[in-house]
């Protein structure tokens, strides 16, 4: 099955999801063709509603598309079975919520090695590799804190390195930042900056254009269908604080 | 009282909109409240067979053993047993007892000859009492079918008969003389097979087998006088013999035994007396009617117990089901309490509809209870005539209903009066119920497989939740492991001896089969309870760790090891419980303990039976799309 398709790390074509039959057919994304290259950080923006999620889930490997090819790093994703989905999740992609999803009784470590240990690494391995990330992230010293007891913008970084524990091929990140507050959405910005600098693959869905503004590419996305591809100049260029109006 | 009538009202609009759960609650607590009524209805029930036998054999109000040669013992018996009465003796013992005060009619005294049966390839020890061709007018065996002794014909007790499997005109030997079955009768003035021994202990054989026989105990039989004495002269020449007495009080027939018990006091043996011989043996009938009760007694002695632990099985899935309920109920109590509702009254609300349950399944298990109990009654061959309805005194509702309200009480009211204390905005915002967090299991569960991971920290997040299980397979493995222990000594104590059925081990097994299935469904049904409760608990979980990497199989996987960590260690405990269970109830003096192989085989049974039971709602709860569980989650 598996056929190297050009450079691009994610590749989508005539992707399309569905719910309901005839009179309540509602088309969640209708015919999606994307490209996504090595490295690049690609916002999709809309209005809610519009099939954003949906369709990162579908690149994701979290639902399965009506009609249409994914490929993930050269391998066709959407025929692959369940088992092969997860292995998918596991290894090659790493989620960040809107609603951060994290599991309320396991501290902030105990969460971000999850996924490690998911994986069958040594409970060993898996700590040290969480608490690098924690680390990286700027919450050693919240390692042991539960979720309850860290601020919004802490567990959505918490989330950003739980995402990362397995150094996945690409991020998909849902409304990020839609939980949290211009202060707390600096914070994750600029984690997500120093991802992309590390080249890192980043796909993220926003209705909030000034993060938006921050990626590589902008797509606009309405009725389930892409109506823009607008490629950004440079990214950020380090004034994330004066994008998000926290600067001046 | 409108108040009353609103509480009501609710909890029936309640029960309503969730009548699945209702039914199974109903079921769980029906279960306890009919095994309870049919141990409660098994009072005195074989007090009115006793009577009738009694009446038409116009039986004897005290039994008296003479001659003291204890007829069994000399089959195998030791050499220094001391030689019986003459006759003389006898015949003056039995004048003394015909003659004593009260004493308006008497017949006998007849011979007793120790005997060994044989039909077939069985073998039994009997007693074989010498009796006239023509009924005695004291104590006459009533025929239940065939006809009275004659030369050649022997006429067997019904139990004995039906152990032996035989009937009119079926061949048998007598100490290895032929004898044709010439009818079956039953007698008021002795014990039915196979608890002979009840009767006068020193009829009793002291040591098992004899003549290589196998013996559980020995059976009763009549013939002609001449037949039991070569019976006798076959078995060496031992005997005793048996006189019985009419009273003219029959109901001061203990106290007529105890007076000459009182007058002679080595009354309990016979021993040898200087100038009297051996003493005679006095029994009154009361004792027989207590010892006829017996069959009836190890029902009691199976259904009490078993009712007990269904009472707690009950408890357990009141508190798994009510328990979720609860937890459901939040928002509900938030929108009583914004309309005014006070805590007594949400209390009362979430209370009374279990209240309601437990009224309805108190109903239905006396009834149930009450119509079944005859089923179990039978007073056994050994008498006529049927128990009647069984009692169903307001003792005995009043006992089931309280049990069946405290089993539903039990387990709910702390949650309901929890609720009722919870702030109105936090109860309506119907947040989740926080899960806790062990971090030791935490811990310890890195190290493991995914599904064990997974289940173990399950386990971690509800502990509650898990040491319901275990208490639910606990109690099961404790009925199971008592089923066991029971054979293990009917094997031991009975199997090894006789090849002939036992009519008490016989309804025993009924009777712990019945309770065994119930225990069993009832367990089934708390499985499956807590297996959805879980899967719904962990919707979150189970999502979170399919999107993080894990597969189907192995959230599933998680999801059944959450109930199987803890059924495996309420199996465990309920092999030590089951066995004490068994040694209380059947007030034996030693411990019987089931065969390792069996115990294996229970404990790996039940995981692999809470595995299937909880891999259905596993499979099914994990087939819910990840993203939309995560969008709702939200």
Known sequence: MSQTVNESMLRARGLRKEYGREASLVRAVDGVDLDVPAGETLAVMG??????????????????????????????????????????????????????????????????????????????????????????????????????????????????????????????????????????????????????????????????????????????????????????????????SALIGLDG | MSKLWLICRLAGRDIRRRPVQAALLLL?????????????????????????????????????????????????????????????????????????????????????????????????????????????????????????????????????ADALGVGVGDRITLNGRPFRVA????????????????????????????????????????????????????????SAYVEYLKLSDPANAQVFATAFDRAHPAFERPIEHPEFGFLPSLTPWQQFATEAGLLVQDEQQVLTPGAWLLALLAMASVAVLAGGRMAEHTRRVGLLKAVGGTPGFVAGVLLAENVLLALASAAAGLAIGWLAAPLITSPGAGLVGAPGAPSLTVLTAGEVVAVALAVALASTALPAFRAARTSTVGALADAARAPRRRAVLIRASARLPVPLLFGLRLVARRPRRAILGAVSIAVTVTGVVAVLAFHAQADQHIGRYTELSNPVVSRDEQMLLVITIALLALSALNAICTAWAT????????????????????????????????????AIIGIPLGIGLFAAASHAGHVSVPGVGWLIVTVLGTLVAVAALTMIPARMGGRRPVAEVLRREA
């Not at chain 1, 519009?50 to 598309?65: E, I």
């Not at chain 1, 892409?226 to 490629?231: C, L, N, Y």
Request: glycine share 10%; aromatic share 4%; with cysteine.
């Open chain 1, 47 to 240: 209005p809610s509603g519009c099939g954003k999620s949906t369709l990162l889930h579908l690149l994701g490997g979290l639902d399965r598309p009506s009609a249409g090819e994914i490929w993930l790093a050269g391998q066709r994703i959407d025929q692959m079975s369940e088992r092969g989905m997860a292995a998918l999740r596991r290894d090659a992609v790493g989620f960040v919520f809107q609603a951060f999803h994290l599991m309320d009784e396991l501290t902030a470590v105990e969460n971000v090695e999850l996924p490690a240990l998911l994986a069958g690494r040594s409970p060993r391995a898996a700590r040290q590799r969480a608490t690098e990330l924690l680390d990286q992230v700027g919450l050693a010293d919240r390692a042991r804190h539960l979720p309850s007891q860290l601020s919004g913008g802490q567990r959505q970084r918490v989330a950003v390195a739980r995402a990362l524990a397995n150094a996945p091929l690409i991020v998909l990140a849902d409304e990020p930042t839609g939980n949290l507050d211009s202060e707390a959405t600096l914070d994750v910005l600029q984690l997500f900056e120093s991802l992309h600098e590390a080249g890192q693959t980043l796909v993220i869905v926003t209705h909030d254009a000034r993060i938006a503004a921050t990626a590589d590419r902008l797509i606009s996305m309405r009725d389930g269908a892409f109506v823009d591809d607008t490629r950004l100049t440079g990214g950020t260029g380090n004034k994330l």
């Open chain 2, 28 to 160: 769980a607590i029906t279960a306890a409240s009919a095994t309870l009524t049919m141990g409660l209805a098994l009072r005195g029930v074989t007090h009115h067979p006793y009577q009738r036998t009694r009446a038409i054999t116009n039986g004897a109000d005290v039994v008296a053993q003479l001659g003291g040669g204890p007829a069994l013992t000399t089959l195998g018996g030791p050499k220094s047993t001391p030689p019986p009465n003459g006759t003389k003796q006898v015949t003056a013992q039995a004048r003394a007892l015909a003659g004593a005060p009260g004493v308006t009619e008497h017949s006998g005294p007849y011979l007793v000859a120790g005997a060994v049966l044989r039909v077939g390839k069985l073998a039994s020890t009997a007693q074989i009492i010498g009796t006239s061709q023509v009924p005695a007018t004291v104590n006459h065996p009533a025929l239940t079918t065939g006809s009275w002794v004659r030369p050649g014909g022997v006429v067997l007790e019904r139990t004995f």
């Open chain 2, 183 to 238: 009818g079956i009768a039953v007698t008021a003035a002795s014990t039915p097979y196979p608890n002979l021994c009840f009767w006068a202990s020193a009829f009793c054989p002291a040591s098992l087998p004899t003549h290589n026989v196998p013996d559980s105990g020995p059976g009763l039989g009549w013939v002609t006088q001449p037949d039991a004495r070569l019976l006798a002269v076959a078995d060496g020449g031992a």
């Open chain 2, 535 to 570: 899967v719904l608990d962990a919707r979150h979980a189970s999502v979170l760790a399919r999107a993080l990497g894990a597969s189907l199989r192995q959230v599933s996987a998680g999801l059944a090891a959450a109930q199987v960590l803890p059924a495996l260690l309420g």
